[in-house]
């Protein structure tokens, strides 16, 4: 018995260190994108949502891989986690901290990220 819990034990262990980070709930990324994100990013990402000409910095062009390229996931956590003002963007881009969990932040990179077409 002892040697069948332990055994149990070191799959369980195995198990998890196979178990790849997690894949991006991309459906509910884009649910969040669309309610809070398109007013200003525009539905296709291109920063030409509605309320975009009212703002003193147009948001970034998501589809502009030459751009995004160049931007970590990092920058790109960090800026819808604690605003655009922590790296020096535009405070208009406010922080969601409060609004979303690390792991929907993340899911929203991802989101962000496959407006992208190569
Ligand atoms: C009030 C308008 C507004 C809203 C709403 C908004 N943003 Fe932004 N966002 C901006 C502006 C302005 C910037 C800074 C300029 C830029 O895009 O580089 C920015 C920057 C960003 C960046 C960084 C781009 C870069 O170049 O590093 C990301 C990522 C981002 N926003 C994602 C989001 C997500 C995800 C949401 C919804 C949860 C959201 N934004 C909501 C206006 C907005």
Redesign the pocket.
Known sequence: MKRLISSIGVCAIIACAFVPVRAADMAAAKQ??DT??V???GTAGK?D?P??AT??????N?TDCG??GK?SDD??FN??KNG?GS?G??K???A?ST??GDDE?HD??A??RSFCKK
């Open positions: 969040s994108y809070f994100c007013k200003c990013h920063g949502g309320a975009a703002l003193a910095t147009n948001p970034r998501f751009t995004m931007i920058t790109l800026v819808i655009g790296v963007l535009s208009d881009m406010q969601w609004g979303f932040i929203l990179v989101y962000v």
